[in-house]
Nanobody, 130 residues
Framework: LVQLVESGGGSAQSGGSLRLSCVASEYIGGSGYCMAWFRQAPGTEREDVASISIASGNVRYVDSVKGRFTMSRDKAKNTLYLQMNSLKPEDTATYFC??????????????????????WGQGTQVTVSS
């Protein structure tokens, strides 16, 4: 059972930056994990913001954050990051880290639907004011 712990959320003004971190409880660097950042604002469905293949480093972003957010991983530290720049009020949400041990039959790691993700963090709040 992989436990995920997010940190780095908080408040920022429009145009500001925050960096989220997600630490996994076990080594995931060489074991074919897919990981992702999701977000959910009140009254909305949870949205896949960015996803990554830990092994290859391939990343996919939702259109609304392309050019502003950067996802990266440090395999040695079992840590996933989300650098968020040029923040907008519409980025306000609770951000969740998720992980799953990838199976090739599912198709590309970076396009996995939410229901494939087996492990979830508790979420960290990001609030952007205008």
């Amino acid at each position: 059972l992989v436990q995920l712990v997010e940190s780095g959320g908080g408040s920022a003004q429009s145009g500001g930056s925050l960096r989220l971190s997600c630490v996994a409880s076990e080594y995931i660097g060489g074991s074919g994990y897919c990981m992702a950042w999701f977000r959910q604002a009140p009254g909305t469905e949870r949205e896949d913001v960015a996803s990554i293949s830990i092994a290859s480093g391939n990343v996919r972003y939702v259109d609304s954050v392309k050019g502003r957010f950067t996802m990266s991983r440090d395999k040695a530290k079992n840590t996933l990051y989300l650098q968020m720049n040029s923040l907008k009020p519409e980025d306000t949400a609770t951000y969740f880290c998720a992980a799953v041990r990838y199976q090739m039959s599912w198709g590309p790691c970076v396009t996995l639907p939410q229901y494939r993700y087996a492990y979830w963090g508790q979420g960290t709040q990001v609030t952007v004011s205008s």
